[in-house]
């Protein structure tokens, strides 16, 4: 009598639970595609992204941040708004998911059924008011400037099996040649006060690198070295993007009359050569 007691209760419950929670709306979300923004003129250069994850909202309710693509339960049904944010791995780092600022969220009305899936291709672009300069290496011009303390200098190539874009920045490193210094031949005059600067970059290295931000005034040059890029296995390599925030760096530089990017190499200990190279560099603010 005292199991037969037990196991109406626990039955009850189980009743209970499941009227409690009933079955979801599913929501689909595929890979994220940037696009051109006509109002740019093309100036955005080559549509490369990193887009990892997104922010989602449905009705203006936060459901989470999520790695694209995923498929998620949402205890919702009838028409809704949704929202997709474009996120990124600030400075590549896993822990520090941010909606990029500088390109349109994904927005869409539609019609959330339960135990049916919605599935959503959501499309981006750099907003209309995003400012750009551009280091592609189609030019003759590289935009990069080799320092005088540097033991080799940048070429520029395009080898069948590396290139995706076009031509692009190469660096040889070897025991006699084993360090690079360089930075952008363009002074940037970068919004401070706490507006949103980075700075992107494709990338394909066995070899480490250091990027920095040089703040200038009449009277000084500080070189502040910033997010290193760490080397690839060479068995491995392949390209890779990567989204550096320079806010903090040029907020703080507040004696700094422009600004130029940096660029520093040594021979990773143990390597008798290394390479990087490096393709679409694009320091991006409003």
């Known amino acids: 009598m005292k199991r037969f007691i037990i196991f109406s209760t626990v039955l009850i419950i189980f009743n209970s639970c499941v009227k409690n929670n009933p079955d979801p709306a599913w929501l689909e979300v595929t890979k994220w595609t940037l696009v051109s923004n006509s109002s740019l003129t093309g100036i955005e250069g080559e549509l490369t992204h990193n887009f990892t ?5 449905v009705d203006d309710e936060i459901i989470g941040v999520f790695d ?16 997709i944010y474009p996120a990124i791995k600030n400075n590549g780092i896993s822990a520090t998911k941010k909606i990029y600022p500088f390109v349109e ?7 959330l059924k339960i135990n049916h899936t919605l599935t959503i291709n959501p499309i981006t672009r750099y907003k209309g008011s995003t ?13 990069i400037v080799t320092d005088p303390n540097s033991l080799t200098t940048m070429i520029t190539a395009n080898d069948p ?23 952008t031949d ?7 006060g706490g507006n949103e600067v980075y700075l992107e970059i494709d990338y394909y290295n066995s070899n480490s690198l250091i990027t920095g931000v040089i703040g200038i005034s009449s009277n000084s040059v500080n070189n ?11 068995a491995n390599l392949k390209w890779k ?9 040029v907020s703080n530089s507040s004696d700094a009359e422009y600004f130029e990017m940096s660029f520093q190499a040594l021979l990773d200990e143990g390597n008798s050569q290394g390479k990087i190279i490096i393709d679409n560099i694009k320091v991006v603010h409003f």
Do not use: C, M, R
């Open 53 to 57: 994850e997104a922010w989602v909202y």
């Open 68 to 83: 694209v693509p995923f498929k998620i339960p949402i205890l919702k049904s009838g028409n809704v708004n949704i929202k």
């Open 105 to 111: 969220s994904f927005e869409i009305n539609d019609e």
């Open 131 to 143: 400012k750009f300069w551009i280091g592609d290496f189609e030019d003759a011009s590289t935009g």
């Open 161 to 183: 099996s590396i290139l995706q874009w076009g031509n692009y920045g190469e660096v040889n490193l070897n025991t006699i040649d084993s360090n690079w210094i360089a930075y």
């Open 186 to 192: 363009e002074h940037f005059n970068l919004p401070k």
């Open 224 to 234: 502040n070295q910033n997010i290193q890029l760490n080397a690839q296995d060479i």
């Open 241 to 249: 993007k990567i989204y550096i925030d320079l806010k903090e760096i």
